[in-house]
């Protein structure tokens, strides 16, 4: 099995790699650091799996895993991130994810996880899917519907403390760029001020109360 690990942290790739390779054997893994270097290595590697993280430096995960499924209809994502708030749930299986497992997940299920995606079959963290279940009747606040992925990334950064300045680090664009996103987001979401921009993120279920601060990854 051919498997393509795309995280920021070298620490993480390492670790999660020799997780792996001690409990499947015959794994064969390269590796990715941003997203850019994850697209060109995609079509250069051809894996049977791309354990995707969402918060990368330059493109995001979501961007990533929705331009490797538009090439590769084929294409056996399985997404991996410390966050598994519902909305990014979903938006993770609506780009084409296979799977969708968090950092703090068990190990054998990680590796449950890897071996079903690369079988072409769905596999959701067993918590994450009983949440998804239980929330499927839940009303979706329509003024999300029409939110980028984009506009929802600069939104779910924000509502966790994440600092304008922070904001545009992290995703390679300009102060400016980043305000702009959020005086459209507020018009978008009809919303007058930053404070009910944030409310209305936590009343949607994008981030949760104690999970909010500055310095948090997708």
Not at 7 to 16: A, T
Not at 26 to 54: C, F
Not at 123 to 148: F, G, W
Request: aromatic share 4%.
């Amino acid at each position: 099995m051919k498997l393509m690990i795309v995280d920021d942290h070298q620490v993480v790739r390492q670790g999660i790699a020799n997780l792996l390779r001690s409990m499947i054997p015959g794994l064969v893994i390269t590796e990715s650091e941003n997203g850019q270097e994850a697209l060109s290595h995609y079509a250069q590697n051809r894996p049977d799996v791309l354990l995707l993280d969402m918060g990368l430096p330059d493109i995001s995960g979501l961007e990533v895993g929705r331009r490797i499924r538009q090439r590769w209809h084929g294409a056996a994502i399985l997404f991996f991130t410390m966050h598994d708030e519902l909305p990014m749930v979903r938006q993770a299986l609506d780009v084409g994810g296979l799977g969708f497992v968090s950092k703090s997940c068990a190990p054998e299920e990680l590796v449950e996880a890897v071996r079903r995606v690369a079988a072409g079959q769905p596999y959701i963290e067993h918590p994450i899917a009983t949440r998804l279940a239980m929330n499927s009747e839940r009303p979706v606040d329509q003024r999300l519907k029409d939110m980028t992925q984009r506009e929802m990334e600069v939104l779910l950064m924000y509502a966790r403390g994440e600092s304008i300045a922070g904001i545009a680090d992290r995703l390679c664009i300009s102060n400016k760029t980043v305000s702009n996103h959020l005086a459209l987001l507020k018009n978008k979401l009809q919303v007058c001020s930053s404070v009910e921009l944030i409310h209305l993120a936590v009343d949607a279920g994008l981030v949760r109360y104690g999970r909010m601060g500055a310095g948090q990854r997708l």
